[in-house]
C-alpha cells in the first residue's frame, strides 16, 4: 500500500489527511466545516414545537380536556450532525473512487463514526483499511501525529 489519506472528525468539522509512508507527518489536504453543531438548538430552530387540545369527553366537550405538546423526533442540532455526516460520507465515497493504492483510516468518535458508516455505500467500505474510534480532532498536530501513530503501528508491522 503507497500511503493512507485518513479522515479525522467530529460533529464540527473534519480534517482530511495524507501519510505517505509510516512515521511520517501527516499532510492535511482539506478540512469540512458545521457550523450548526456550534450553535445552540433554539438557534437553529424556528419556534417551539406545536401542542393541540385534546378532548376525552363523549362529544369533544366537558372538563375532560388537556393539552398536549408535539415533540419532535430529533432536535435541530441532531439533524445537522446527521447532514455532516453524510456530506463527510459523500466525501469519503469520492475519497475511494480515487484512492490510487492508498487505503482509508476513519477516526471519530464511536457515536459519530456510526454515523458516518451508516451513510457510506458498500464500495466505499471495502477501501477502509482501520477505523479508530476515538475523538482526536481537536489535538494540536504533534500530538495527533503521534496518536495516529499509534493507531496505525499494527497495520505498519
Known amino acids: 500500500m503507497s500511503g493512507y489519506t485518513i479522515f479525522v472528525a467530529d460533529t464540527r468539522h ?3 489527511l495524507e501519510l505517505t509512508q509510516p512515521g511520517a507527518p501527516p499532510r492535511a489536504l482539506e478540512t469540512l466545516e458545521n457550523p450548526f453543531t456550534a450553535r445552540h438548538d433554539r438557534d437553529l430552530g424556528a419556534d417551539a414545537p406545536g401542542s393541540v387540545v385534546m378532548r376525552t369527553g363523549r362529544d ?3 372538563a375532560g380536556s388537556r393539552r398536549t405538546s408535539f415533540q419532535a423526533r430529533r432536535s435541530h442540532k441532531q439533524h445537522a450532525v446527521e447532514q455532516f455526516a453524510r456530506q463527510l460520507a459523500e466525501r469519503i ?3 475511494a473512487r480515487d484512492n490510487h493504492g ?3 483510516v476513519l477516526v471519530a468518535a464511536p457515536r459519530f463514526l456510526a454515523e458516518v458508516r451508516s451513510h457510506l455505500p458498500k464500495s466505499a467500505q ?3 483499511v482501520r477505523e479508530v474510534p476515538r475523538d482526536l480532532a481537536g489535538l494540536p498536530a504533534a500530538a495527533l501525529q503521534h496518536r495516529l501513530a499509534e493507531a496505525l503501528q499494527p497495520m505498519n508491522d
Do not use: N
Request: net charge positive; hydrophobic share 40%.
Open 102 to 104: 492508498k487505503g482509508l
Open 93 to 95: 465515497t469520492l475519497a
Open 60 to 62: 369533544g366537550g366537558g
Open 126 to 128: 471495502q477501501h477502509i
Open 14 to 16: 473534519a480534517t482530511v
